[in-house]
């Protein structure tokens, strides 16, 4: 059981404060990400959702930080998009930053930028499958010239950058977003990730001969969830026997490790126990096995709000040291997930009576975004 | 941002000097990226611009992105002798990089891009030293932190180029050996190695996964390399029997000095099914060799965790009804080593039952 004194109570006012102050600023450290700052926001804006900022916002017309302004943050983000003449298929995405003048010659899209740019968008409200200022047809098109003969996905045009399992997943994402899947050949993206398939039922990063991984697990499942296509796994009982095994024995003592023998790391509470969860929901019969419940929750919990720095706010990869952006994400939204557990008396008491937003836990990013009536596809 | 520099994060909050310092280093790197960035910028100047930052900080993945483009644009006025030229550079940079970061996507992607650039210039035999040289990095890269994937993938890159397996070809019926990660922009044309060669470069690799299991069996690293070679040591081995009584001596040496490290019972696993089950000795082997000794070591090891469920998944790889209480018994226990996980112990109880069941309806 938890010992008391390792766990920390959940602290709803600081992780605003904490998120809230990254929108603004990041310390030194993350200058390394300034071509990426598309993906901080993206952790940013959808950590304020799950705390119920925005909806708070928006209802009770309180009010946070002036960063903390929807307005604002979508008008930056449509700064980056790469092009905006629908008629013109050179190259539709989003930059990750403004770090380059506009028409630079360096200037490329990148397809992790294009998946976060869409999320942040739509869960601040804007509709991206019909908005005027985004190139939704040039931007499927640019998906197709990313896909490789192999299956996987360049991250630019200019394909000169790895190609991996997380790229098939931002492909995916964006097409469901988008409610467009002419820019994927899933037959071929099917079969790279069947290629990712190590000796032990995880998914590398890589295929033919990468080493199994939390994070391309989920990327390569939930992959398949967004295809329509995660009967590979459900109908190959070994591969579902042997990745259900793995997933579950990721959990040594407490937290969750992102491989065998390596350290506990709260952002694996996410990785894991979300492809555990699209595991055990058999889409065809609706029907769900809680495998969820193979995870101990209270140690998990317990272990991740261990990880909430008492003065900062967020959460680190590891206990003792400081919070960072990623990690304080997927803290957060495995405490969200850890909500669907049924059979949980403890959480409410863990978390203080708060309710963090429902998740979806294929997407990453909450639920009420991608809601049904609004045309998306019903997903966990 | 993965829990590096803290130590600089805090300095930042507390000593001034160090602020002011740190401001003038940003300035400095601003000062670069605007000269390297600039539309007029020479690429000879900024070859040697991303080559001074690199050094300094080999994250950003633009700055190897400018370098690569830069490279190809000259590449087509270069002559080979140029070659020595480059390969030096490059290597040396990307080398410099990594042992500061040896995580560096970008520097190991680089580097990738530098090799199959190279050998696709000439597929002499000078390419041999070449990559023979880089498997001695990889080990100095390994030796540092012996998980670290971006060292192990670069090794069995280089040994796909070793081979000539030609990724370009790669359909899904047939498997190279690694698929490059990289769009490379020519085809490869270095031949594939003889058979006798090919058997040379494998066995040093089923060789190299021996000896860091031998440092560390917990390596889960080189267990999962010593997969992907297996099928190769087997098909090529004359003495299946002692290859595969050596192996399981392997893994019940380890089970017996830890037995809830996991390394091992997943390579129980993994043998258990890809071993030769055709042959008549094998289930035999199993029988005595493996499920015997664990059922003593269960006895000897009341409180494992790993044992139970290990010795549980070996019977269930061939479920057979004479095993079946055994197995529950496995779970039994299980539910009370492994408390906290009793649902999950509770669902493997459930598809038992559902396989007697399955039993009797057939009956």
Same mark, same amino acid.
């Given at each position: 059981?938890?010992?008391?004194?390792?766990?920390?109570?959940?602290?709803?006012?600081?992780?605003?404060?904490?998120?809230?102050?990254?929108?603004?600023?990041?310390?030194?450290?993350?200058?390394?990400?300034?071509?990426?700052?598309?993906?901080?926001?993206?952790?940013?804006?959808?950590?304020?959702?799950?705390?119920?900022?925005?909806?708070?916002?928006?209802?009770?017309?309180?009010?946070?930080?002036?960063?903390?302004?929807?307005?604002?943050?979508?008008?930056?983000?449509?700064?980056?998009?790469?092009?905006?003449?629908? /008629?013109?298929?050179?190259?539709?995405?989003?930059?990750?930053?403004?770090?380059?003048?506009?028409?630079?010659?360096?200037?490329?899209?990148?397809?992790?930028?294009?998946?976060?740019?869409?999320?942040?968008?739509?869960?601040?409200?804007?509709?991206?499958?019909? !908005?005027?200022?985004?190139?939704?047809?040039?931007?499927?098109?640019?998906?197709?010239?990313?896909?490789?003969?192999?299956?996987?996905?360049?991250?630019?045009?200019?394909?000169?950058?790895?190609?991996?399992?997380?790229?098939?997943?931002?492909?995916?994402?964006?097409?469901?977003?988008?409610? !467009?899947?002419?820019?994927?050949?899933?037959?071929?993206?099917?079969?790279?990730?069947?290629?990712?398939?190590?000796?032990?039922?995880?998914?590398?990063?890589?295929?033919?001969?990468?080493?199994?991984?939390?994070?391309?697990?989920?990327?390569?499942?939930?992959?398949?969830?967004?295809?329509?296509?995660?009967?590979?796994?459900?109908?190959?009982?070994?591969?579902?026997?042997?990745?259900?095994?793995?997933?579950?024995?990721?959990?040594?003592?407490?937290?969750?490790?992102?491989?065998? /023998?390596?350290?506990? !790391?709260?952002?694996?509470?996410?990785?894991?126990?979300?492809?555990?969860?699209?595991?055990?929901?058999?889409?065809?019969?609706?029907?769900? !096995?809680?495998?969820?419940?193979?995870?101990?929750?209270?140690?998990?919990?317990?272990?991740?709000?261990?990880?909430?720095?008492?003065?900062?706010?967020?959460?680190?990869?590891?206990?003792?040291?400081?919070?960072?952006?990623?990690?304080?994400?997927?803290?957060?939204?495995?405490?969200?997930?850890?909500?669907?557990?049924?059979?949980?008396?403890?959480?409410?008491?863990?978390?203080?009576?708060?309710?963090?937003?429902?998740?979806?836990?294929?997407?990453?990013?909450?639920?009420?975004?991608?809601?049904?009536?609004?045309?998306?596809?019903?997903?966990? | 941002?993965?829990?590096?520099?803290?130590?600089?994060?805090?300095?930042?909050?507390?000593?001034?000097?160090?602020?002011?310092?740190?401001?003038?280093?940003?300035?400095?790197?601003?000062?670069?990226?605007?000269?390297?960035?600039?539309?007029?910028?020479?690429?000879?100047?900024?070859?040697?611009?991303?080559?001074?930052?690199?050094?300094?900080?080999?994250?950003?993945?633009?700055?190897?992105?400018?370098?690569?483009?830069?490279?190809?644009?000259?590449?087509?006025?270069?002559?080979?002798?140029?070659?020595?030229?480059?390969?030096?550079?490059?290597?040396?940079?990307?080398?410099?990089?990594?042992?500061?970061?040896?995580?560096?996507?970008?520097?190991?992607?680089?580097?990738?891009?530098?090799?199959?650039?190279?050998?696709?210039?000439?597929?002499?035999?000078?390419?041999?030293?070449?990559?023979?040289?880089?498997?001695?990095? =990889?080990?100095?890269?390994?030796?540092?932190?012996?998980?670290?994937?971006?060292?192990?993938?670069?090794?069995?890159?280089?040994?796909?180029?070793?081979?000539?397996?030609?990724?370009?070809?790669?359909?899904?019926?047939?498997?190279?050996?690694?698929?490059?990660?990289?769009?490379?922009?020519?085809?490869?044309?270095?031949?594939?190695?003889?058979?006798?060669?090919?058997?040379?470069?494998?066995?040093?690799?089923?060789?190299?996964?021996?000896?860091?299991?031998?440092?560390?069996?917990?390596?889960?690293?080189?267990?999962?390399?010593?997969?992907?070679?297996?099928?190769?040591?087997?098909?090529?081995?004359?003495?299946?029997?002692?290859?595969?009584?050596?192996?399981?001596?392997?893994?019940?040496?380890?089970?017996?000095?830890?037995?809830?490290?996991?390394?091992?019972?997943?390579?129980?696993?993994?043998?258990?099914?890809?071993?030769?089950?055709?042959?008549?000795?094998?289930?035999?082997?199993?029988?005595?060799?493996? =499920?015997?000794?664990?059922?003593?070591?269960?006895?000897?090891?009341?409180?494992?965790?790993?044992?139970?469920?290990?010795?549980?998944?070996?019977?269930?790889?061939?479920?057979?009804?004479?095993?079946?209480?055994?197995?529950?018994?496995?779970?039994?226990?299980?539910?009370?080593?492994?408390?906290?996980?009793?649902?999950?112990?509770?669902?493997?109880?459930?598809?038992?039952?559902?396989?007697?069941?399955?039993? =009797?309806?057939?009956?």
């Amino acid at each position: 059981m938890p010992s008391a004194s390792n766990s920390q109570k959940f602290d709803r006012e600081r992780q605003i404060a904490y998120f809230s102050t990254c929108l603004q600023q990041l310390p030194a450290p993350y200058c390394k990400l300034d071509t990426n700052r598309l993906t901080m926001v993206h952790f940013c804006v959808h950590a304020l959702d799950l705390l119920g900022v925005w909806d708070e916002m928006e209802k009770q017309n309180v009010k946070y930080s002036s960063f903390v302004e929807a307005n604002n943050i979508i008008e930056w983000i449509l700064s980056t998009l790469m092009h905006i003449d629908n /008629n013109d298929p050179q190259e539709a995405g989003f930059i990750g930053g403004t770090f380059l003048p506009p028409h630079h010659k360096y200037h490329h899209s990148h397809i992790a930028m294009t998946y976060t740019a869409l999320c942040i968008l739509q869960t601040l409200g804007v509709d991206v499958r019909n !908005d005027p200022r985004i190139p939704q047809t040039a931007i499927i098109r640019t998906l197709r010239r990313l896909q490789q003969p192999d299956g996987s996905f360049a991250s630019t045009i200019q394909g000169d950058g790895e190609h991996d399992l997380r790229f098939l997943y931002c492909a995916c994402c964006i097409s469901y977003l988008l409610d !467009d899947w002419s820019g994927i050949d899933i037959p071929r993206a099917v079969s790279y990730v069947r290629n990712c398939r190590s000796f032990d039922g995880a998914l590398a990063l890589v295929p033919h001969g990468g080493e199994g991984h939390g994070g391309s697990t989920f990327c390569g499942v939930a992959s398949l969830v967004l295809m329509n296509q995660l009967y590979v796994i459900g109908e190959d009982a070994d591969w579902k026997a042997s990745l259900l095994h793995w997933c579950v024995t990721r959990q040594q003592k407490q937290g969750l490790q992102g491989r065998p /023998n390596k350290d506990e !790391d709260t952002c694996y509470s996410y990785w894991i126990g979300a492809t555990l969860r699209l595991l055990g929901y058999d889409a065809g019969t609706g029907n769900e !096995d809680d495998v969820l419940c193979f995870l101990d929750h209270a140690e998990l919990r317990s272990f991740v709000l261990s990880c909430q720095h008492p003065v900062l706010g967020g959460f680190s990869k590891v206990r003792n040291t400081y919070p960072d952006v990623l990690h304080s994400y997927y803290s957060l939204a495995y405490l969200s997930l850890s909500q669907k557990y049924r059979q949980d008396t403890q959480m409410k008491k863990d978390l203080e009576g708060v309710s963090l937003k429902a998740l979806n836990c294929t997407m990453g990013i909450g639920q009420a975004s991608i809601l049904a009536e609004e045309g998306f596809r019903p997903l966990l | 941002m993965h829990g590096r520099k803290r130590e600089q994060y805090k300095a930042l909050q507390r000593d001034p000097a160090v602020v002011s310092k740190l401001a003038a280093k940003a300035q400095q790197w601003h000062t670069l990226v605007r000269e390297v960035l600039a539309e007029d910028s020479p690429p000879q100047r900024q070859l040697a611009l991303t080559e001074k930052m690199l050094f300094v900080n080999p994250d950003p993945l633009y700055l190897w992105n400018i370098r690569r483009r830069v490279l190809l644009s000259l590449q087509n006025e270069a002559e080979n002798d140029n070659k020595t030229t480059f390969l030096s550079n490059e290597l040396g940079l990307t080398q410099a990089a990594l042992e500061n970061n040896p995580k560096a996507y970008g520097a190991w992607l680089h580097r990738k891009w530098v090799l199959s650039s190279s050998v696709m210039i000439s597929s002499s035999t000078d390419d041999t030293a070449l990559l023979e040289n880089e498997l001695q990095l =990889i080990q100095m890269f390994l030796q540092k932190d012996e998980r670290n994937f971006h060292g192990w993938n670069y090794r069995r890159f280089i040994v796909s180029l070793l081979l000539g397996d030609h990724p370009d070809d790669t359909n899904d019926n047939v498997e190279a050996f690694d698929a490059s990660q990289i769009v490379v922009t020519h085809k490869r044309v270095r031949a594939p190695a003889t058979t006798d060669r090919r058997h040379e470069i494998l066995q040093a690799e089923w060789d190299f996964t021996q000896q860091k299991i031998q440092d560390n069996f917990s390596n889960y690293s080189a267990i999962h390399y010593r997969t992907r070679l297996f099928p190769w040591k087997l098909e090529t081995t004359f003495d299946v029997e002692t290859l595969l009584t050596e192996e399981w001596s392997m893994i019940l040496n380890a089970v017996f000095t830890e037995p809830d490290d996991q390394t091992a019972w997943w390579y129980a696993q993994y043998l258990l099914r890809n071993g030769p089950r055709d042959q008549a000795f094998y289930p035999h082997l199993i029988q005595t060799q493996v =499920i015997e000794p664990l059922r003593e070591l269960l006895l000897e090891a009341p409180e494992s965790k790993w044992v139970p469920l290990g010795l549980y998944l070996l019977l269930d790889a061939f479920p057979d009804p004479r095993t079946r209480e055994e197995r529950q018994q496995c779970l039994a226990t299980l539910q009370i080593t492994d408390a906290d996980r009793k649902q999950r112990y509770e669902y493997l109880l459930r598809q038992l039952r559902a396989e007697s069941l399955g039993d =009797i309806s057939t009956m």
